[in-house]
């Protein structure tokens, strides 16, 4: 596609609920990074993949976190037991390499209840 | 460590007036600066970006920014705001000893325009 594409671009669930969000990057980018933006604020590093593997996850706040990039292309963030501290608008960027731009999608707002 | 400090959360300026967006950053090594821009509900877009090259950047939409180091200081503005420029503004520091691109944003500066 023209951009990078994220679905859904609304997400509500019910607290302690199992959640996964989709990024589509643009074709032919090997980076792909994952964000949080708090209402209110910057967004923060998750994590983030050359390629297929997850080069630096870091960010990720603790283990009900988790994403994956099985082909190198489409990457899923999945969200274990989900709080109500989890709502966000969770943002996904790709880049043709990690020194050239990163351009962001739309985001995904996930609202926990 | 990176860390970028944007000095006000809301800036108001009339239609026509100059525009001034304050930031400082703090990074261990020669870091790389980023402005973007965030209108309500469309993704995040990229203003310009300074990389160890000229001290002033331009970039779209008539910005342009100043790499004062001795300042730790990289200020974004425009000789004259536009009512489509109102937006939120999120300074960015990104050191590629790490993650490659991976990007520390600032709490961001919400800019409001008057007719």
């Known amino acids: 596609g023209a951009g990078v594409s994220q679905t859904p671009s609304n997400k509500v669930t019910e607290k302690g609920k199992y959640v996964e969000l989709r990024c589509d990057p643009i074709s032919g980018h090997t980076a792909l990074y994952w964000y949080r933006q708090s209402l209110g604020q910057g967004p923060e590093f998750l994590i983030y993949?050359?390629?297929?593997?997850?080069?630096?996850d870091s960010g990720l706040p603790n283990d009900r976190f988790f994403a994956v990039r099985p082909e190198g292309s489409v990457s899923t963030l999945k969200i274990q037991r989900t709080e109500r501290g989890d709502s966000a608008v969770y943002l996904c960027?790709?880049?043709?390499?990690?020194?050239?731009?990163?351009?962001f999608g739309q985001g995904t707002r996930l609202t926990v209840v | 460590a990176q860390s970028v400090t944007q000095l006000d959360s809301h800036v108001s300026v009339s239609e026509g007036t100059p525009v001034l967006l304050r930031c400082n950053y703090s990074s261990s090594y020669s870091p790389s600066l980023f402005w973007y821009v965030q209108h309500p509900n469309k993704g995040l877009q990229l203003l310009l970006k300074?990389?160890?090259?000229?001290?002033l950047v331009k970039g779209i939409n008539g910005f342009e920014a100043e790499f004062k180091k001795s300042e730790t200081s990289f200020h974004l503005t425009k000789p004259s705001a536009h009512m489509s420029d109102a937006a939120e503004y999120f300074c960015?520091?990104?050191?590629?000893?790490?993650?490659?691109?991976?990007?520390?944003f600032g709490g961001g500066t919400r800019l409001m325009v008057k007719p």
């Open positions: 960015v520091v990104s050191d590629y000893r790490n993650a490659g691109n991976m990007l520390t």
């Open positions: 960027a790709s880049s043709r390499d990690t020194y050239t731009e990163a351009f």
């Open positions: 993949f050359q390629g297929t593997g997850a080069a630096d």
């Open positions: 300074y990389t160890s090259a000229a001290t």
